[in-house]
């Protein structure tokens, strides 16, 4: 079996994963129609590999013309990627894992862009940016608290007509010190 890890930052299960938490439970057909690209034989192997993995589950299934279909949602609690397997996994492991991660942000913001005007980008919250900052451990420790505090105090909010979904995405990358 596939650690947690590789299990969850592989490029179509991300994007399966990641369309789940948008807020509804999916069948295989709605996730085929929302994902666009991924053929059905593709998904179904991959929805089953996170199944096994315990980071989806089937909450419904449904009579659909003399077949059973299966409605799926993320499981939320089991998401998270132990420390142990972070630091057992290797640099090269590291690299390809970020590599994933960048390219489905990539991915999401290149859909954002081309479907969006720029005079749209403020109103709609959309922004990057790149902030070196200078912080002792312990002050570094305080900013990562608060900015769980903060998420921590919404993400459990449920999708509405009046809720815009806004990816947050974010990464510390320590830089060797010139001086």
Request: net charge negative; with cysteine.
């Amino acid at each position: 079996m596939k650690t947690k890890v590789d299990v969850l930052l592989h490029p179509i299960r991300m994007r399966i994963v990641q369309q789940l938490l948008l807020g509804k439970p999916l069948t295989i057909a709605q996730l085929v129609d929302a994902l666009g690209d991924v053929p059905q034989a593709t998904l179904y192997r991959h929805m089953n590999l996170l199944l096994k993995a315990n980071q989806i589950e089937i909450i419904d299934t449904k009579k659909v013309k003399g077949t059973e279909e299966r409605v799926f949602s993320v499981r939320k609690e089991n998401l998270h990627i132990p420390d142990d397997e972070i630091e057992t996994s290797s640099q090269e492991d590291h690299v390809r894992y970020f590599s994933v991660f960048h390219n489905h942000l990539l991915r999401q913001a290149t859909a954002y862009l081309t479907e969006t005007s720029p005079r749209q980008y403020k109103q709609d919250g959309f922004a990057y940016w790149n902030t070196p900052l200078h912080l002792t451990d312990e002050e570094f420790q305080e900013l990562v608290q608060s900015m769980n505090k903060c998420i921590e105090a919404v993400i459990h909010n449920e999708p509405t007509p009046e809720r815009v979904t806004r990816i947050f995405a974010g990464a510390f990358i320590p830089q060797n010190s010139q001086g």
